[in-house]
Nanobody
Framework: QVQLVESGGGLVQAGGSLRLSCAAS????????MGWFRQAPGKEREFVAA????????DYSDSVKGRFTISRDNAKSTLSLQMNSLKPEDTAVYYC????????????????????WGQGTQVTVSS
């Protein structure tokens, strides 16, 4: 098992930046592909970004492509999401998630396939 704890959320003005972090403990993080998801009030949880076990493959939703960057440091067991040019529509609770996989280069955007989730961190972008 792996335990995930997000941090770095907060209130920011439109156009600003935030960096989310996800600290993992338990099983070696390098055995998991990782992802960031978000959920706004009254909406379903949606895919934001994903990264492979190796960190060499990434995937982004169209709504954040070019503004957000996902990265990982397996030695430090951390996952990050750098968010730039934030918009009010980015307001949501952001979750990090992990899925156990045999494949070094696979990325996964389907939240139903993820095994472990953090508790979430609130990001609010004011206009």
């Amino acid at each position: 098992q792996v335990q995930l704890v997000e941090s770095g959320g907060g209130l920011v003005q439109a156009g600003g930046s935030l960096r989310l972090s996800c600290a993992a403990s338990g099983r070696t993080l390098s055995t998991y592909a990782m992802g960031w998801f978000r959920q706004a009030p009254g909406k379903e949880r949606e895919f934001v970004a994903a990264i492979s076990r190796s960190g060499r493959s990434t995937d982004y939703s169209d709504s954040v492509k070019g503004r957000f960057t996902i990265s990982r440091d397996n030695a430090k067991s951390t996952l990050s999401l750098q968010m730039n040019s934030l918009k009010p529509e980015d307001t949501a609770v952001y979750y990090c998630a992990a899925v156990l996989t045999l494949y070094y280069m696979s990325v996964e955007s389907n939240p139903r396939l993820y095994d472990y989730w953090g508790q979430g961190t609130q990001v609010t972008v004011s206009s």
